[in-house]
């Protein structure tokens, strides 16, 4: 059980009781390693691409999930660059989303926001999303590149808007929830920094074994 206090503007009422979260369960405990982080996709033969920034999505090791048909997804990267940076969306049998940005100007926590780009991931299928950046256009083998998988489930249960923050996240932590939990914790951390939400956060990438994120 995860003990924390909320402030009281994060569901707007004057209530700063400490908030009981429920043990985060993993759906997929146990089940093999899929995510991607921070290498290359091969040999640019002379290995001056190696290296050029640390590179993360921000997912379990295992495969993620969500109850929206279009999540927010977030990536890190640890420098600036210049490169052209590729994100990509597939299913099993093609690419349903691709996009290019031209550089990045500043380092840190980046979000995609599927909503913006009218992306509906259907449920019950397993997609993988990569972050790649494009270190030699005529040899794509040279990218450095990160990925992982999600789900949207068609089982879990969505609580109306109307229902507070506490209560949001304990229902993503009840239904092993992950990308709704840490962005949810996004949203509220971006209103107002709290050591408590901090403390949520830091369980999340703790889970997610990305705790140097934090």
């Not at 908030?19 to 640019?44: E, Q, T």
């Not at 290995?47 to 640390?54: S, T």
């Not at 992306?119 to 030699?136: D, G, T």
């Amino acid at each position: 059980m995860l003990t924390l206090g909320l402030p009281a503007w994060a569901d707007g009422s004057s209530n700063t009781a400490p908030v009981k979260l429920p043990d985060f369960i993993p759906r997929d405990r146990g089940a093999p390693k899929n995510r991607v982080g921070a290498g290359s996709r091969g040999d640019d033969n002379q290995g001056q691409y190696r290296n050029v920034a640390q590179l993360y999505v921000l997912a379990p090791e295992q495969t993620g999930y969500t109850l929206s048909g279009n999540p927010v997804l977030y990536w890190y990267i640890s420098d600036p660059i210049s490169q052209t940076v590729e994100i990509s969306i597939t299913d099993k049998l093609q690419d349903i989303f691709t996009l290019r940005i031209n550089g990045i100007v500043h380092a840190g926590l980046q979000s995609l926001d599927l909503s913006l780009h009218r992306v509906e991931l259907q449920p019950n299928v397993k997609y993988r999303w990569s972050i790649a950046i494009i270190n030699n256009a005529e040899q794509r083998s040279a990218d450095t590149f990160a990925s992982a998988s999600i789900i949207r489930v068609a089982d879990g249960n969505a609580l109306p808007p109307s229902y507070d923050s506490e209560q949001q996240l304990a229902n993503y932590f009840q239904q092993g929830i992950w990308y709704d939990a840490f962005s949810l914790v996004q949203t509220l951390a971006a209103k107002q920094p709290n050591e408590q939400i901090k403390a949520i956060r830091v369980r999340l990438l703790t889970l997610a074994n990305l705790p140097e994120l934090n």
